[in-house]
Structure formats: structure tokens, C-alpha cells
């Protein structure tokens, strides 16, 4: 039975946005080969600066490819390593720094590629999946374990899956997997008209 922490929104999103989250814990099922190209479509029709789609997805699935998951899963802090090994996907995210158009640098290509991600874990949520994104792994390992080539930078590790309720999970982790959800209001982040006035329209 998957593990579902509907976000306590102010007002009301869409419900695929509010299902998204981030777990640690995953059930052992893996995720259809139909059900992995979804959410690789999903990103695929995120925007991007010049339509250039800096993105790229390095896809290691625990069983289908187990020694490439067991490279990447290599690279992630021992923090992450722990829960992140029982996730039947793990995935890194990679920006193309350059526009292929004319080779300059494109300051947006991380922007661009979080925005794919995004489109990634919202259409993961609509599946009953869930994507965890992590900051937390080595980008040089990465590139090493994986050949990835001068002009782009790994962005973020991804695990994908079936949530499984958390007392699959060890006490401390279980924890922070059933604590409360919280966000900082929009007050505290929208600017209306200047920089100095923090509020909502």
C-alpha cells in the first residue's frame, strides 16, 4: 500500500501538485517500463530558454541495470545511499551548459533542467509514483562513474517509485517521513510592486 502525504495547501492546487512528494521509503516493485517513458515525457515538454532543452537523464533501474544503479548509487552521500538502495529507479539529472543553437553559455540550463524535473516528479505523483530529487551526491564521481562529457554538469540525483509506508523505514528516517509538511507562506516570498513589500495580491 503506498504511503500518500497530500500537501496542506492554503488555497487549493492542482491535485497532481499536491500529491507530489519526497519520500525514502519505496515498495520493491518496480516501476513499468510505460510508467518510466510517462514521466520521461513529462519532462520532455518542460519549458525552456530558446526551446533548447538542456536536459538529459542518466536512468538506472535496480534490476534491469543493477551494476550502473550500484555506480550511481556510489556517487550519493552515505546519508542517501541508505534509503536511496531500496528505490527500484535512480536517476541524475544533467544540464548542457551551452546553447546548441550558437554555443554560448546558457545561464538558464539549470533553471531549465529543475523545471523538467519538476514536470518529471508531477507526472510521477499522477502515476502513484513519487521522485525524490537530492542535492546530496558527488558530481565528480558521477562524472567519472559515467563518462558524462566536458559542457555538462550533473544537476541532481533522483530516486523513483512506489512509496511504502514508513515503518518499513529505520526510526530516524521514519520520522522525518511522517512529519508534518510545512512551507514558508507566499507572504514571505512575493514582492507586490517593490523589493520592500512583502505581500499577497
Not at 545511499?81 to 541524475?92: D, E, F, H, I, T
Request: charged share 20%; with cysteine; hydrophobic share 45%.
Amino acid at each position: 500500500m503506498s504511503h500518500h502525504r497530500p500537501a496542506p495547501a492554503a488555497v487549493p492546487i492542482a491535485e497532481t501538485l499536491a500529491a507530489r512528494w519526497s519520500p525514502r521509503g519505496y515498495d520493491d516493485r518496480p516501476v513499468p517500463d510505460a510508467a518510466l517513458r510517462t514521466v520521461l515525457e513529462a519532462a520532455r515538454w518542460a519549458a525552456s530558454c530558446y526551446n533548447d532543452q538542456p536536459w538529459h537523464y542518466l536512468v538506472t533501474r535496480r534490476h534491469a541495470e543493477p551494476e550502473a544503479f550500484a555506480r550511481l548509487l556510489a556517487c550519493l552521500v552515505p546519508g542517501n545511499q541508505g534509503w536511496a538502495a531500496q528505490a527500484p529507479v535512480l536517476m541524475l539529472s544533467v544540464a548542457r551548459t551551452n546553447f546548441a543553437h550558437n554555443g554560448s553559455h546558457n545561464r538558464h540550463a539549470w533553471h531549465d533542467v529543475g523545471q523538467a524535473s519538476a514536470n518529471l516528479a508531477a507526472q510521477a505523483a499522477a502515476l502513484g509514483l513519487q521522485a525524490h530529487q537530492m542535492a546530496g551526491f558527488d558530481p565528480a564521481a558521477a562524472r567519472a562513474a559515467f563518462a558524462i562529457p566536458d559542457g555538462y554538469e550533473p544537476v541532481a540525483a533522483i530516486t523513483l517509485g512506489y512509496p511504502a509506508p514508513p515503518e518499513t523505514l529505520p526510526e530516524a528516517l521514519k520520522a522525518r517521513e511522517t512529519a508534518p509538511r510545512a512551507r514558508r507562506g507566499a507572504e514571505e516570498f512575493v514582492h507586490l510592486g517593490a523589493w520592500d513589500r512583502l505581500a499577497l495580491p
